[in-house]
């Protein structure tokens, strides 16, 4: 779902790659112009430590006073955001500093013209569901991601036999070297990768798609987003683990019992005016050099 703008950028707070080479240089940038624009502009104390003394002079962040993030690297600080950003319903806008930049806007050369889009209102705010795991029964330890949550092997060696419930209902007995469930944000990372659909970024819904399957049927599934998939992992003693969004790892213990669902609370990505899904899809994913002889 996409909603029109309908509030006020007042306050900015930048989120940068902070391991990124010329960083600095690009925080700076935004800030000056925010300043120019009469926008005021903060910065997450984390990350004054880690640009270390070239760190630009803006205020440090208070998250209640934060109208948008400019979020400044790829779809893996993106990622980071919406976890630092978790609960507080800030909007973020991504400026693509990495290599594909899939959940990103624009391009860092472009970075001008989109702040003067975003304050004057030329955007959307489309809301993302993301991915709700426990592990463990009721009370147990709880995660969340925008695009994926995966069951996967610690060790190479043997497959691994995952049973799934949906709704409570007996569904499948996967073996093989994981399962991916993921966001319809996600459907184009891992997931497209292993063989899952891509899926607009905001239907209500979420997939489950396997790893390498030892199976004659492993298709991908499409989940309607009020489904609950519990997933029981086998006895064996092969070690696996949780990945969330690619950024935090959580051993499994054998037998343990995973639950997964859509999660209430959206995430508010900003969109350009003029831009589309469709059109990004087709840039990034299929435009030269991946479909053009380079002979």
Request: glycine share 10%.
């Amino acid at each position: 779902m996409s909603d029109n703008n309908s509030f006020e950028i007042r306050n900015v707070l930048i989120i940068p790659h902070v391991r990124k080479p010329g960083i600095t240089g690009m925080v700076r940038h935004v800030a000056s112009w925010l300043e120019r624009n009469g926008v005021g502009n903060c910065i997450l104390a984390d990350d004054v430590e880690a640009l270390g003394p070239d760190a630009p002079a803006v205020a440090v962040a208070r998250l209640e006073a934060v109208d948008l993030a400019v979020v400044l690297g790829g779809d893996g600080t993106m990622l980071h955001a919406v976890d630092v950003l978790w609960g507080h319903d800030i909007p973020l806008i991504g400026i693509n500093i990495g290599k594909l930049g899939f959940l990103t806007a624009a391009e860092m050369h472009q970075v001008d013209q989109t702040l003067e889009d975003t304050l004057a209102g030329r955007f959307l705010v489309s809301r993302r569901l993301s991915i709700g795991c426990r592990l463990g029964k009721e009370g147990g330890r709880e995660f969340r991601a925008l695009n994926e949550v995966v069951i996967g092997k610690l060790a190479r060696e043997r497959l691994i036999h995952l049973s799934t419930y949906i709704n409570g209902e007996f569904f499948m007995r996967y073996s093989g070297d994981g399962l991916i469930i993921s966001s319809a944000t996600g459907s184009t990372a891992y997931s497209l990768s292993s063989g899952g659909p891509i899926v607009t970024p905001e239907l209500n819904c979420f997939l489950m798609t396997p790893i390498c399957a030892h199976m004659l049927f492993s298709r991908p599934m499409v989940l309607d987003a009020g489904d609950t998939v519990k997933v029981i992992v086998g006895n064996a003693p092969e070690r696996l683990a949780l990945s969330v969004d690619g950024r935090e790892d959580v051993e499994v213990p054998p037998g343990a019992t995973i639950e997964f669902f859509a999660m209430e609370k959206t995430v508010k990505i900003i969109e350009l005016e003029g831009s589309s899904f469709y059109q990004t899809l087709r840039r990034k994913f299929m435009s030269p050099p991946a479909y053009v002889d380079s002979e």
